[in-house]
């Protein structure tokens, strides 16, 4: 499987700003479809946004994060941006991206999708 690459995370205080970034290896392209993931410990990981970039294009978030967070998408740099505004203690995670493979099918693309094949290591963020 491909691996995804996340980037950006780090210590911050309340209310900082951070960028995260999910970039494929050179000669893979991300798919139509890229989600952002936090997994906080002992917990199962949620959706925190989701971007679809076919026909007409989409963006998904996260109501504990809706109006802090954009998710946007570099096609030039292949790579997919998180922005997160005004952090908060409650964000404190691990942050994964994840893409769809050659299979996916538009429909499957929303905030939390189990159907997306290629994933990274995560990056962490914590907010104090």
């Known amino acids: 499987d491909v691996q995804l690459v996340e980037s950006g995370g780090g210590s911050v205080q309340a209310g900082g700003s951070l960028r995260l970034s999910c970039s494929a290896p050179?000669?893979?392209?991300?798919?139509?479809?890229v989600g952002w993931f936090r997994q906080y410990p002992g917990k199962e990981r949620e959706g925190v946004a989701a971007?679809?970039?076919?026909?007409?294009?989409?963006?998904y978030y996260a109501d504990s994060l809706k109006g802090r967070i954009t998710i946007s998408r570099d096609n030039a740099r292949n790579t997919v941006y998180l922005d997160i505004i005004d952090l908060k203690p409650e964000d404190t995670a691990m942050y994964y991206c994840?893409?769809?493979?050659?299979?996916?099918?538009?429909?499957?693309?929303?905030?939390?999708?189990?159907?997306?094949?290629?994933w990274g290591h995560g990056t962490q963020v914590t907010v104090s």
């Open positions: 994840a893409a769809g493979g050659p299979l996916f099918q538009p429909y499957d693309c929303y905030l939390g999708s189990p159907f997306l094949n290629y």
């Open positions: 050179e000669d893979t392209y991300l798919s139509n479809c």
């Open positions: 971007i679809f970039n076919g026909d007409g294009g989409a963006s």
